[in-house]
């Protein structure tokens, strides 16, 4: 959450509108295929200033591959209540940046490097993460199975828009979806 207010409080410079454009373009299409103009007319910015933001289309994917940011909203919440943070903060983030913050890792069209590289450090930063706060048995199992319900979440969502989980509110989605997610962040059947 940290990236999305510094990024709102820098409003001046278009930052979110480049990262936004940066995701489409660089998930859609290969990292060779992708040109910073292409990014900028998405964006609706200059070429060059994503050049002075980034310095460099290299720079700005990795950016676009950091997963730190939305690993440090998701995971914001005390483990009693993370399950209903989790379906919160997913469906919030995809609303208020237009787009997932975690599916990247999976539907990227990259050569094998970049897909290689979103894949290690969403494992890195968000599983690995999780698993390292998840208490009890079978931790690494337990928080690949709640990215596995995230990224289902978030491809459900964008796989029937229009659709009901389009209209339904964030508490709506959260009271149906959170109870599994949080029986595997507590690791009983409570």
Do not use: C
Not at 10 to 16: P, S
Not at 133 to 139: E, F, N
Not at 152 to 172: K, M, V, W
Request: no cysteine; charged share 25%.
């Amino acid at each position: 959450m940290t990236e999305r207010r510094a990024a709102g409080a820098d409003t001046g410079t278009g930052r979110d509108a480049i990262v936004r454009a940066a995701r489409r373009a660089f998930t859609l299409r290969p990292y060779a295929e992708v040109t910073m103009r292409s990014i900028a007319a998405d964006a609706g910015v200059s070429a060059s200033l994503i050049v002075k933001r980034f310095g460099s289309k290299e720079r700005l994917f990795h950016t676009v591959a950091d997963f730190g940011p939305a690993a440090d909203a998701l995971f914001a919440a005390p483990l009693e209540e993370m399950g209903r943070h989790l379906v919160l903060t997913m469906v919030r983030m995809r609303r208020e940046d237009q787009g997932d913050p975690l599916l990247r890792a999976v539907f990227s069209l990259g050569n094998v490097d970049e897909r290689t590289l979103l894949r290690e450090r969403f494992r890195e930063q968000v599983t690995s993460r999780l698993a390292g706060q998840l208490r009890g048995g079978d931790s690494e199992l337990r928080a690949e199975l709640i990215a596995g319900l995230l990224l289902g979440l978030g491809a459900t969502l964008s796989l029937h828009r229009p659709g009901a989980g389009e209209r339904a509110t964030p508490e709506q989605l959260a009271d149906l979806y959170a109870p599994a997610v949080q029986r595997l962040i507590t690791g009983s059947e409570d």
